[in-house]
Each structure stands twice: as C-alpha cells, then as structure tokens.
C-alpha cells in the first residue's frame, strides 16, 4: 500500500485543542481544597500522557485522550506520539487510537476514568513503534468526524507508557477535496481503470485473457460508431427472418390449396365417367 497525501497541498501539522489522562486508580480527595497524591502519577511531567494497562483494553488502568479542531478542507493523517525521556518502548508495545464517542470532553491530569471521555476500539488505529523506540504513530485518516477528530490513547498491553505533551508537530493534515488514505498501488492488486476510449477487445483463439485492443473511432474526426452499428445488424437480420418466414407460409398454404382443388377435380372426373360409359353402351 502507497500512502499518498491527496489534494496536491503540503501537509501541515496541528498541536491537539484538547488533551488528557484518566485512571481507574484515582484517589479521591480527603475533602475540599484537600489534594491526595496518586502513586500512579509518579513520574508524570505536567501536561504529559499516561497509558497503562489493565484487565483488558475496555478496562486500562490507564488511558489518554487528545482532539484537534480541523479547518473545512483539513483532513487528518498520522498522529505521533513522542515517549518522555526515562519511558521506555518496546517492539512489542500495543498501543490503539480509538475515536472518543464524543469529541467535547474536559481536560484531566490524572482524573477518574469514570469521568474521563467513553471511546470505541471496534475501529481504532494501531500503533506502529519507531525504528529508534523513541515514538508511537496512528494513522488518523479513516476516523475524522467531522470537523474534528478526537482519539482516546489505549494501551492492549500492561506495559506503562509516559508520553511527552503533543506539541504542534503531533498531527500531519492534509489539504484538499479526498482526505489522506492508504491508495492501492499497482501490484496491490486493484483492477486497472479502463479508459473510455478503448475500443472493443478482439480474443484470440487459444490465448485466454490476451486480445487486440482497438481504439474506437472519434465521433468528431467523422468515424462510425460500433455500438450504433451492432445496433442494426440484429434488427435488419431479425426483419429477413420474419419476411423469409411469411414466404414460407405463404407457399405452403399455396400448396395446400392446390392438392386440395386437384383431389377435387379428380373426383368430379371420377364422377363423370361412368355415367358416359353408361350411355356408350346403351
């Protein structure tokens, strides 16, 4: 598969408007104005992201989120995601985009998961790891919404991930009418377009999926079309069936006739000649 950026602009590159970090571990507060550290913060930078996982990827014990407003003809492409200095990844890290089943949420550094924003994995982006283990990418393209595309950042494994805060290089976007996508190039297996110039393909017998192809002739250089004149042959060809059809009844009732006004006069023959033979002898 060919990645290509449509719509012939540069792409761009966009910080998130919005982004965070929840926990199913969150202590809660001994009382107003009262802060109680969280041990599974430790380490966590301001602004930076935890992931971390859990019984399963619909439960982590911890998870990210980020959103980016896009203008009308923005389309989003690969999210990257740099580790902060002293986390560690692996070849073997697993990590999913998920889009958030809202894309409004409020901005957390450690909040409740069960305040945080709901996402969806049926479809999410997975992450592919850096040859230097320093980054995470997502290919965002399939899941814009609208103006704005806002994943949820799951890891499918326990391992504990600490992300430097996305900065304004975190998402490439593209310009244009298509969004960016994965295109299929020319071994990938897509048919072909055909042009709508190309004449009729003439098989050669013996040479299965082989044949000449030539091109139909211009409408404008005066050249005949080949599709008005397979048109008429069937018609003129079904006019000398139906006319050779008729003659045909029409001889045959001729004939029938004729025996039948023959076997007719010779019985009145047959009639006739006894009485005269009658009359000779008397």
Not at 31 to 38: E, L, Q, S, W
Not at 59 to 65: I, N
Not at 129 to 150: E, I, N, P, W
Not at 259 to 266: K, P, Q
Request: hydrophobic content about 40%; glycine content about 10%; overall charge negative.
């Amino acid at each position: 598969m060919t990645m290509l950026l449509a719509g012939g602009a540069p792409a761009s590159a966009k910080a998130p408007t919005r982004a965070g970090w929840w926990t199913s571990a969150a202590t809660p507060a001994a009382g107003p104005g009262v802060t109680t550290p969280n041990p599974i913060a430790a380490g966590v930078g301001e602004d930076q992201l935890l992931v971390q996982g859990g019984p399963s990827m619909d439960s982590p014990v911890a998870y990210a989120a980020v959103a980016f407003v896009l203008t009308p003809d923005e389309h989003p492409g690969e999210l990257t995601l740099v580790a902060a200095t002293g986390s560690i990844l692996t070849p073997a890290t697993a990590i999913k985009a998920c889009p958030l089943t809202q894309a409004v949420f409020a901005p957390s550094q450690g909040g409740a998961s069960s305040a945080g924003p709901k996402f969806d994995c049926t479809n999410g982006a997975a992450s592919k790891v850096s040859s230097d283990l320093k980054s995470v990418s997502f290919d965002l393209s399939r899941l814009q919404s609208g103006a704005t595309v806002a994943v949820a950042i799951v890891p499918s494994t326990v391992e504990r991930v600490i992300f430097a805060k996305p900065d304004d290089s975190a998402l490439a976007a593209s310009t244009g009418s298509t969004p960016a996508s994965a295109v299929a190039g020319p071994y990938d297996g897509a048919p072909s377009p055909t042009s709508v110039n190309e004449g009729p393909v003439t098989v050669t017998p013996g040479t299965p999926g082989t044949g000449d192809r030539s091109p139909a002739p211009s409408v404008a250089s005066g050249g005949s079309q080949p599709a008005a004149t397979e048109t008429r042959l069937p018609v003129r060809s079904s006019a000398i069936s139906l006319l050779a059809a008729l003659i045909a009844v029409v001889v045959a009732f001729g004939a029938w006739t004729l025996s039948r006004r023959l076997a007719h006069t010779r019985d009145k023959i047959a009639d006739v000649v006894p009485v005269d033979s009658q009359i000779a002898t008397a």
